[in-house]
């Protein structure tokens, strides 16, 4: 599920890493991340599992065409999302966007 996820990213030609990168990284980039999981039980088991993940993408600019391709990206590969927040860091002087989504 999650080494799938991150080929996937992969096709967007930028710095990809789970949780965060060891080194300093040059925006764009993205970090993604599991947050829980939501399992379907069945017969006192995990009848199928469903991991919640975290992606994010920072950016220097509100970069509508990246977030495009990202969500273009994930709608293609049949990963169902929502955008639940973009935030602007004025400390790092980035744009965050945060993805939520459920692999299965």
């Given at each position: 599920m999650l080494s799938n996820l991150k080929s996937i990213l992969d096709l967007l030609q930028i710095p990809v890493?789970?949780?965060?990168?060891?080194?300093?990284?040059e925006?764009?980039?993205i970090v993604y991340y599991e947050t829980g999981t939501d399992?379907?039980?069945?017969?006192?088991?995990?009848?199928?599992q469903?991991?919640?993940v975290e992606i994010e993408l920072y950016t220097s600019i509100k970069d509508v065409t990246l977030e495009e391709q990202l969500e273009t990206l994930l709608?293609?590969?049949e990963?169902?999302?929502e955008k639940i927040t973009?935030?602007?860091?004025?400390?790092?002087k980035m744009f965050e966007s945060v993805y939520q989504i459920e692999l299965y």
């Open positions: 890493a789970y949780s965060h990168f060891n080194t300093v990284t925006l764009p980039y399992n379907v039980f069945a017969d006192n088991k995990v009848f199928k469903c991991k919640s709608n293609n590969n990963i169902p999302f973009e935030t602007y860091i004025d400390d790092e």
